[in-house]
T-cell receptor, first 113, second 108 residues
Framework: EAGVVQSPRYKIIEKKQPVAFWCNPISGHNTLYWYRQNLGQGPELLIRYENEEAVDDSQLPKDRFSAERLKGVDSTLKIQPAELGDSAVYLC???????????FGPGTRLLVL | GEDVEQSLFLSVREGDSSVINCTYTDSSSTYLYWYKQEPGAGLQLLTYIFSNMDMKQDQRLTVLLNKKDKHLSLRIADTQTGDSAIYFCAEATDKLIFGTGTRLQVFP
């Protein structure tokens, strides 16, 4: 069974530029999560989707961050414009309906210069 | 509020047992998890325990849960160099709350 796929694996951009991350969850997993992991920290939830509905986006900085999961499968997370403090690893995870166990992708490592 | 704490570092000799400790604050947690993160990689689910259990064993891994003290531990038997990584505990309430991670270093 394929795991959670994320791309790109690495991204370097200058501040004020836009950036987008893509996630393909495990097949059949209806719940999708985006996390941000700062250096030396554990992941922190940004947004959680149940199918195509964002059910928890309370930690998403809505002034510059947006996310979508139009068909309830793949998801994209966008930052516009990026700031220096956005440098982090952005992790996507998925879980089957009714399960709290989350399976993580390899992450996208973002460096904002 | 919700908070999960772990010690930052643990260093053990190859072949010895490792014990990684974690404390959490939310007594309504349903599941508690241990994840492993190797350099440049995502989080790999190692094991989890339901909150009404006090022990779970899975091959070299033993999880102990003391719900009264809100203390969780992960014991790795016969620790190998391939076990060197950062280990995160996480509590599940309405979302996963992660600790800051414990860096395990295994030396020969």
């Amino acid at each position: 069974e394929a795991g959670v796929v994320q791309s790109p694996r690495y991204k370097i951009i200058e501040k004020k530029q836009p950036v987008a991350f893509w996630c393909n969850p495990i097949s059949g997993h209806n719940t999708l999560y985006w996390y941000r992991q700062n250096l030396g920290q554990g992941p922190e939830l940004l947004i959680r989707y149940e199918n195509e509905e964002a059910v928890d986006d309370s930690q998403l900085p809505k002034d510059r961050f947006s996310a979508e999961r139009l068909k309830g499968v793949d998801s994209t997370l966008k930052i516009q414009p990026a700031e220096l403090g956005d440098s982090a690893v952005y992790l996507c995870a998925s879980s089957p309906t009714g399960s709290e166990t989350q399976y993580f992708g390899p992450g996208t490592r973002l460096l904002v210069l | 509020g919700e908070d999960v704490e772990q010690s930052l570092f643990l260093s053990v000799r190859e072949g010895d047992s490792s014990v990684i400790n974690c404390t959490y604050t939310d007594s309504s947690s349903t599941y508690l998890y241990w994840y492993k993160q190797e350099p440049g990689a995502g989080l790999q689910l190692l094991t989890y325990i339901f909150s009404n259990m006090d022990m779970k064993q899975d091959q070299r891994l033993t999880v102990l849960l003391n719900k009264k003290d809100k203390h969780l531990s992960l014991r790795i038997a016969d620790t190998q160099t391939g076990d060197s990584a950062i280990y995160f505990c996480a509590e599940a309430t309405d979302k996963l709350i992660f600790g800051t991670g414990t860096r395990l270093q295994v030396f020969p």
